[in-house]
């Protein structure tokens, strides 16, 4: 029987210990990162709610992107343009949005969002609808600022 032993020398064994420790390290910074991006993708979803029901133009057009696609559930695919105008101008009025069940999963620059969307809108003519969908939505990096570039509602 033949028993072979293996010396791992000082510098061998300090190069290994270093590129662990490296590799640990890019891992919790990238854990970071991601956890960063999640929390500002969360507080913009926040923010296009309030500017939903507030009717903010600016921070309408500002939380949305140009290529924008807006998908209703019930088939209506809206661009930028007309998004902005339809709340805007109050053509439709939420009095309440409500999001439960979110979730966020952050890739490189973009970002997906799942939820459950329950409201209460009306076209300013007294009459209020209840909606309850859910809602699928893409977020995109655009320098800084995390921006809606598709969303699409859908019948549950």
Do not use: C, P
């Given at each position: 029987?033949?028993v072979?032993?293996?010396?791992i020398g000082?510098r061998?064994l300090?190069?290994?210990?270093?590129?662990?420790?490296?590799?640990s390290?890019l891992a919790?910074?990238?854990?970071?990162?991601?956890?960063?991006?999640?929390?500002a993708?969360?507080?913009a979803?926040?923010?296009?709610?309030?500017?939903?029901l507030?009717?903010?133009?600016?921070?309408?057009?500002?939380?949305?992107?140009?290529?924008?696609?807006y998908?209703?559930?019930?088939?209506v695919?809206q661009?930028?343009?007309?998004f902005?105008?339809?709340?805007?101008?109050?053509?439709?009025v939420?009095?309440?949005?409500?999001?439960?069940?979110?979730?966020?999963?952050?890739?490189?620059?973009?970002a997906?969002?799942r939820?459950a969307w329950?409201s209460?809108?009306?076209?300013?003519?007294?009459?209020?609808?209840v909606s309850k969908?859910?809602v699928?939505?893409?977020?995109?990096?655009?320098?800084?600022?995390w921006r809606?570039l598709?969303?699409?509602?859908?019948?549950?």
């Amino acid at each position: 029987m033949t028993v072979s032993v293996t010396t791992i020398g000082r510098r061998r064994l300090a190069a290994v210990a270093l590129l662990a420790t490296g590799t640990s390290a890019l891992a919790v910074a990238s854990a970071r990162a991601n956890e960063a991006d999640v929390a500002a993708v969360t507080a913009a979803v926040a923010a296009l709610t309030k500017a939903m029901l507030t009717a903010d133009k600016g921070q309408l057009e500002a939380l949305t992107a140009d290529q924008l696609s807006y998908g209703h559930s019930g088939g209506v695919i809206q661009d930028k343009a007309d998004f902005v105008k339809v709340i805007a101008e109050k053509k439709t009025v939420y009095k309440s949005i409500e999001l439960s069940k979110q979730t966020v999963a952050v890739a490189g620059n973009d970002a997906i969002v799942r939820h459950a969307w329950e409201s209460e809108s009306g076209s300013g003519d007294g009459k209020w609808t209840v909606s309850k969908i859910g809602v699928l939505q893409v977020w995109q990096k655009q320098g800084a600022n995390w921006r809606l570039l598709a969303r699409q509602a859908f019948k549950v």
